[in-house]
């Protein structure tokens, strides 16, 4: 190869002149597009491996909360054994709003489980709610009766801050405990778990 300065030899030419020419590259960054859904598309889901979505609804009960005289005797006049503490409307109505919604997930989840006493009435049914309370055990018994389409009533019968309540043998008693509920059942003086969630 001929140069201009015949002294350069070939390699120095070349990185003379070649590297001179070479420039930085930038590379083009795109960016990511989320992907186009497709709503004619089939997805599975918990029912189907093969379903299309097609709307989403909410549904709204009404839940009255009542207070039984029993309740509200105990509550303001105590029992035999003095004033009953730990049993405020209040803290009773915060933990019923906490209740509900596990009892409903319940009530579909577990075949024979039910919560609300409904027309005809052949029983009556009577739930339990207990919740931790200052180191001891809060049992609120409640009893949901429906009124109608869109409402429940929610009547608290007794409550009482005790590690060792009394349960009737086939009552059902839902354990509010850091971040869990469970659902149990007294059954031949024992109390059996039956589901957790």
Known sequence: MATIFPEMSDNVYNWFYMEKRRRKRFRIVRERLPPI???LAYY????????????????TISIEIWFDKHYLDRHQHGDENGVRDGIDPDYIRQLIREAIK??????????????????????TIRAVIRKEFNGSKLNVVLQCCFKNA???EATVI????????KLANGQYMVDLEEGEMVLSKFENGRLNEICKI
């Open 44 to 59: 599975g889901n918990s029912s189907s491996f093969k379903a299309r979505h097609d709307s989403v609804f909410d549904e």
């Open 150 to 152: 869109g409402c429940l």
């Open 158 to 165: 007794t409550a009482m801050v005790v590690d060792d309540f």
């Open 102 to 123: 596990p009892l409903f997930i319940f009530s579909s989840r577990i075949k024979g489980f039910s919560f609300v006493n409904g027309p005809p009435f052949r029983e």
């Open 37 to 39: 859904e497709d709503r």
